[in-house]
């Protein structure tokens, strides 16, 4: 969907010391406005509940400023802000050259801007108002971690996760229209990203969360972590107190070690029971419907990512049978139709589309016990040492770290199905 430029007539504005003109203004109604979304869907009007025991909340800042970065937004525990990158917002926009008292000025005269940024922004400003509620909650944690605890991230994604998915239960245009590949645009792309990829298995739920921002971005530490730091320091601080005779910064830090005890076995508790009230029953309910609108929406790749992965965790997870025979009913259809689906198309798709329906095949398959279609094992087996190459291609031409990751991943993985016996994969 394209959003033409003159939407954003702007008036070039002075920066005043690090502060622009329409600052305060344009906060108070993104805030407002953020707000009312969030609110209507109950994963946002708990989160607005557990602001509401801080004195904090109120003084909260929206603000727009550009990050070379790749975050879309951030929240400043220090300023009490949430930040919007003004790079995406441009982006989403499809502008360029503009300044960031340029944006922070259009965005507050311009409803209609702002409404585009809430709409598609909402889960993002969701995620960071979940960090800027574990900040005024657990006020150690950041001053001791150095950063955010790593088990911050587990409610901050699911949260977010389950915000999404009610939302698109209320209504589900866009998720229809992203799953046809009919309009995208990059917050939707992203925060579809953890949306799909969802399973019955919290453990791998958080595994995915903590590869990414441990290995990944490496900033982050766990509470358990951040405690042993904080105890490395008291005992640090105790050896200087009886060299110096001072023992104020020694008594300080084990007044800080006895409260970051304390906000870690409160946290500990609320996040055990944050997952516990709702795994798997969320999950499960997010794959089934994301994989019956895939399924409606004729995307068998996403179709089987979802109900294949229900299928397959579903054993011992405790589901409802009625919910748990609607996963498997619907998995063993997603896998009749995506077959029949390349038996009617395969001469109208390229190399990429077509290793993709097959790759997402075979891999279902391979996972609930179902034998891959015999008529299909030709062309699985003359397939894959096409995708190999392509994908070799394109990971060697690609500079987009993003992008190359997935190039990376499918070369290996059709590297290692090529190698295989033939149908044995």
Not at 3 to 13: F, G, K, N, S, Y
Not at 97 to 102: A, M, Q, R, T, V
Not at 309 to 323: I, Q, R, T
Not at 345 to 362: A, P
């Amino acid at each position: 969907m394209k959003r033409p430029i003159a939407l954003l007539v702007m008036l070039l504005l002075p920066a005043f010391a690090g502060a622009y003109q329409y600052d305060a203004r344009l906060s108070a109604k993104l805030k407002k406005e953020f707000e009312t979304q969030l609110r209507t869907v109950p994963s946002g009007r708990e989160l607005y509940a557990r602001l509401g025991k801080t004195k904090n909340y109120a003084g909260l800042r929206v603000l727009v400023r550009r990050d070379p970065t790749s975050c879309f937004a951030w929240f400043d525990p220090e300023k009490n802000a949430v930040y919007f990158n003004s790079r995406y917002i441009l982006k989403l926009f499809e502008a360029k050259g503009f300044k960031d008292p340029e944006v922070v000025e259009v965005l507050w005269s311009n409803k209609k801007v702002r409404e585009e940024l809430v709409k598609y922004s909402g889960p993002i400003y969701l995620h960071e108002l979940v960090h800027a509620a574990q900040c005024y909650l657990y006020p150690e944690y950041r001053q001791d971690a150095g950063a955010n605890p790593l088990e911050f991230e587990y409610e901050a994604y699911l949260t977010e996760d389950i915000y999404v998915h009610e939302r698109m239960k209320a209504d589900p245009a866009l998720l229809k229209s992203f799953v046809r590949g009919v309009y995208t645009d990059l917050y939707t792309e992203n925060i579809f990203g953890s949306y799909f990829t969802l399973s019955l298995d919290m453990g791998r739920y958080k595994e995915k969360i903590r590869r990414y921002y441990e290995e990944q971005l490496g900033g982050y530490l766990s509470l358990e972590k951040a405690e042993t730091l904080q105890k490395n320091r008291q005992a640090d601080s105790k050896i200087l107190a009886y060299a110096s005779g001072d023992v104020g910064e020694y008594a300080r830090n084990g007044a800080s070690l006895a409260r970051l005890g304390k906000e870690k076995a409160e946290y500990a508790a609320f996040l055990e029971e944050f997952y516990k009230t709702r795994w798997p029953a969320f999950s499960a309910d997010a794959l089934l419907f994301v994989g019956s609108i895939a399924l409606e929406e004729k995307n068998y790749p996403l179709a089987l990512d979802c109900l294949a992965v229900a299928d397959v965790n579903s054993a011992g997870s405790g589901l409802d049978p009625e919910v748990l025979n609607s996963l498997k009913t619907k998995g063993a259809l997603a896998i009749l139709e995506a077959a029949s689906f390349l038996r009617d198309n395969l001469k109208k798709m390229d190399i990429e589309v077509l290793s993709q329906h097959l790759k997402s095949l075979d891999k279902a398959c391979a996972a609930t016990g179902r034998p891959f279609p015999a008529d299909l094992l030709e062309l699985k087996d003359s397939s894959y040492p096409k995708a190999m190459a392509y994908y070799d291609k394109k990971y060697a031409a690609e500079t987009d770290p993003a992008r190359k990751d997935y190039y990376k991943e499918n070369l290996d993985y059709f590297a290692a199905a090529a190698k295989a016996p033939p149908g044995e994969e």
